[in-house]
């Protein structure tokens, strides 16, 4: 009876052990595969170009600035880690690809190149849909009208958003691209005050400090074309968010209600805006220019899906990537739309 017994209890100490190997066999299989943990909380590592010093971009910067966005990650149990990246939009891609950022607020142009090259992005959310852009001609290069650009010399910054919207422009003005000359460069300021061009294709805000600057005058902007324009995306490491879903809808929650805070209070906006080389004062004579419309999040949903086809179709015409994407497989609205849910909207 005791050997039995005893074998009872081996036999109930057995059961229990692969009860337990089991249950950790469980808690391993739904553990998250990505993500890097600070104290136990989810450590977000966002990625931005250098852009005056200023940790993040656009209306996404407006959302940290005003305590939105940790407010909101915070809620998740989750903390913001802010990386300003030198190298541009190339950098950015660099750091996604080393495994360094989970979410990065960049241009559609370099974001185009990192999904065409293999790097694992889904773009979640929309800081900025609208980049103004401008024609900006020189004081003495004698062009008036947009029928004065043939047969003169324009610098655009190619393979980027400028060239996005000088080719815009150019179609849809019906101009002969093989009457002008074009530059590629974006030493735009010293181009135009040696006047070796007539012209560029430039930022708003570019364009309204030359003007301060007495380089000449904006021929043209891009307030009556917004599809001439390209995009600041939110984008995020796929495995990351597809294991912490709650983190796309709380950056797009963030988006959502610094938006509604920059129609509130305008000036938190030109405050996001603003650095040392941009002041307050140009970024509110931007914004007055455009009313603020590209700052809408809903953009994911409605304009977006085909301003950024518009890009890729471009770049691919144009031979900067190797191949074609389809836009609305890139995007993930969902984060966007549970975004909408959770907050009343």
Request: glycine letters at 10%; hydrophobic letters at 45%.
């Amino acid at each position: 009876m005791k050997r039995n017994g005893v074998i009872q209890k081996l036999v109930l100490a057995l059961v229990g052990i692969l009860i337990l190997a089991s249950l950790g066999a469980c808690g391993k299989a739904d553990s998250k595969k990505t993500g890097v943990y600070k104290d136990g909380k989810l450590v977000v590592r966002f990625g931005t170009p250098n852009n005056g010093g200023k940790p993040l971009f656009e209306l996404l910067e407006v959302a940290l600035e005003q305590g939105i966005l940790d407010e909101e990650l915070e809620a998740i149990g989750a903390v913001g880690e802010y990386n300003i990246i030198d190298a541009a939009g190339p950098g950015v891609n660099e750091a996604f690809a080393a495994g360094n950022i989970d979410l990065a607020v960049y241009g559609d142009f370099p974001a185009t190149s990192a999904k065409v090259n293999g790097i694992d992005t889904t773009i979640i959310g929309v800081a900025n849909a609208i980049q103004a852009q401008a024609i900006f001609v020189g004081t003495n290069s004698g062009i008036e009208s947009i029928e004065d650009l043939e047969g003169k010399t324009v610098a655009v910054g190619l393979g980027t958003n400028y060239q996005f919207f000088w080719e815009n422009f150019v179609n849809g003005e019906g101009l002969d691209l093989n009457k002008i000359s074009v530059v590629n460069s974006f030493d735009y300021s010293t181009l135009l005050a040696t006047e070796d061009v007539d012209a560029a294709s430039i930022g708003l805000v570019q364009a309204i400090y030359f003007e301060a600057q007495g380089l000449g005058h904006t021929l043209v902007d891009s307030t009556s074309h917004p599809d001439w324009t390209t995009q600041f995306l939110v984008a995020a490491y796929t495995p990351f968010i597809q294991d912490h879903p709650e983190v796309g809808v709380a950056v797009n929650k963030a988006l959502i209600r610094a938006y509604d805070l920059i129609h509130e209070d305008p000036t938190t906006l030109y405050q996001a805006g603003s650095s040392d080389n941009i002041p307050v004062e140009l970024v509110a004579a931007v914004n007055q220019i455009t009313k603020m419309e590209g700052y809408d999040p809903s953009f994911i949903v409605g304009a977006t899906p085909d301003k950024l086809q518009a890009v890729i179709d471009l770049m691919y015409a144009d031979g900067l990537i190797s191949k074609s994407i389809v836009a609305k497989d890139w995007i993930d609205a969902q984060y966007y739309e549970k975004a909408v849910k959770e907050l009343g909207k």
